[in-house]
């Protein structure tokens, strides 16, 4: 049986997550600034229109955006977290394999489908309901392997005759728009590839599927050998529906303003801890190697520059906040000096285990902390159920170290006090 995937990409995601609760931005540029609002990470399509680039700093655009009216918003990653978890939700209540490759894509697996009803049908049906129930609007693109259904995607978003949705399992239509896309737009081929195929006169993606699959191998890798098959229709890739468990865990973030008081950095210190000790247990692990960093900026003239990181083994592996705040402390209190402006700092945690499946050290008991995992995952329920919020006394009250978001929206899905008002 024919493999058959779709990749749904939601369009302009960050910038639609924004518009959404604001209808009175439907036709107004809209811009998504980096942590900091240092720099454009997302545009609407109106902001493209007017050229704006993405990764620009934002300093540099004040004047566009002030002479086009475009409107600005600070990073809501709870916002487009909990709407990309919508979306993923209906794309798996209509498909028995879903992978979910980032926060605004999805690989459907639709083997079969083709038997009991047409594909494009049922992509314009999937598009619909996800449109309706969202407000999030998707490109769908079907073909036989994942780099053809990447193509196909690509081509609904740039084609508005498609209605955002293009079936890509016949071979002719496949040639067509191969020799359409540039060969440096192909799923897999990175800038120092494509300058190295287009000096041997491969400028196309059908240029690259013409090509000989086991000779590019040699010369350049096996990656591209698949890439190669992929684009003449044979499935190298399968979806990938186990996320694979994370090696690290790194929790960091640029200052709003250079820190200069050793409570403050150690403030953000703890934040970092216990928001790292969250993520540990949402991937049901331990750690036993733990890592705190903190630098000056090297790009302030006639300012010395100061960077640290020190690492340490926990005897035995832990997931507890608690633990993890002393080992930090510990760890911060060595590496601190003063007399320096710190414009960064963060936890790392590493060397993960399972429950159960690990060495203990032999004079100490596993964990003398009483109802550790219930505790936590106390904490962690309330925390992200929207309803309150608990904190640990060492991460301060009013944090005046926090990243800079002056034109942070409303968490108009997990809060209830900022649930949007209809008069």
């Known amino acids: 049986m024919q493999t058959v995937f779709a990749l749904v990409d939601c369009n302009n995601f960050y910038a639609s997550c924004e518009k959404l609760f604001r209808p009175d931005l439907k036709h107004t540029p809209v811009v998504v600034l980096s942590n900091n609002d240092g720099c454009v990470v997302a545009r609407s399509k109106e902001a493209k229109v007017l050229g704006l680039k993405m990764g620009v700093p934002m300093f540099q655009v004040k004047d566009e955006i002030r002479q086009h009216g475009i409107v600005c918003f600070s990073s809501n990653y709870v916002l487009y977290a909990d709407l990309s978890n919508r979306v993923m939700t209906i794309l798996e209540e209509e498909a028995p394999r879903v992978e979910v490759y980032s926060i605004d894509e999805a690989f459907m697996d639709l083997t079969g489908v083709d038997h009991v009803t047409d594909l494009l049908a049922f992509g314009k049906k999937v598009k619909a309901k996800v449109d309706q129930w969202t407000g999030i609007t998707v490109g769908i693109g079907i073909a036989p392997t994942k780099t053809l259904a990447k193509l196909a995607n690509h081509a609904a978003k740039k084609y508005p005759a498609t209605g955002s949705v293009v079936d890509l399992m016949e071979p002719d239509r496949q040639k067509r728009l191969l020799s359409l896309v540039e060969v440096g737009d192909v799923w897999g081929v990175g800038r120092r590839t494509m300058a190295k195929l ?10 690259l599927a013409n ?4 000779a590019m191998r040699s010369e350049f890798s096996v990656v591209l050998e698949r890439t190669i098959r992929e684009l003449n229709g044979v499935s190298c890739l399968d979806l990938e529906c186990v996320r694979p468990t994370k ?7 640029s200052f709003g303003h250079k820190v200069t ?10 934040k970092y801890t216990t928001r790292a000790a969250e993520k540990l247990r949402g991937e049901k692990r331990l750690c036993r190697v733990v890592s705190v960093f903190i630098r000056t900026s090297p790009h302030v003239k006639n300012e010395p ?11 035995n592996p832990t997931d507890d906040t608690r633990d993890l ?8 209190r060595r590496i601190w000096r003063a007399g320096y402006r710190y414009m960064k700092a963060g936890v790392m945690l590493a060397d993960f285990y399972e429950h159960g499946v690990f060495q ?14 219930a505790l936590m995952a106390v904490v962690d329920h309330i925390n992200q159920s929207g309803l309150g919020n608990i904190f ?3 991460q301060g009250v009013s944090p005046q170290w926090s990243m800079k978001r002056e034109h942070l929206s409303p968490a108009y899905t997990t809060k209830w006090g900022e649930l949007p008002k209809v008069f």
């Not at 090509?211 to 086991?214: G, V, Y």
């Not at 008081?261 to 703890?270: D, F, G, S, T, V």
């Not at 203990?360 to 995992?373: I, P």
């Open 198 to 207: 287009k000096a041997r006169g491969i400028h196309t993606a059908l240029d």
């Open 247 to 253: 090696q690290q865990i790194i929790c960091s973030r």
């Open 325 to 332: 705040l002393e080992v930090t402390n510990v760890i911060f």
């Open 360 to 373: 203990q050290d032999l004079f100490r008991v596993e964990n003398n902390k009483v109802n550790s995992k």
């Open 392 to 394: 640990f006394a060492s």
């Open 211 to 214: 090509a000989d699959a086991k």
């Open 261 to 270: 008081e050793k409570q403050e950095l150690r403030e953000a210190i703890a």
């Open 305 to 315: 520059f100061y960077s640290k990181t020190l690492s340490v083994e926990l005897p």
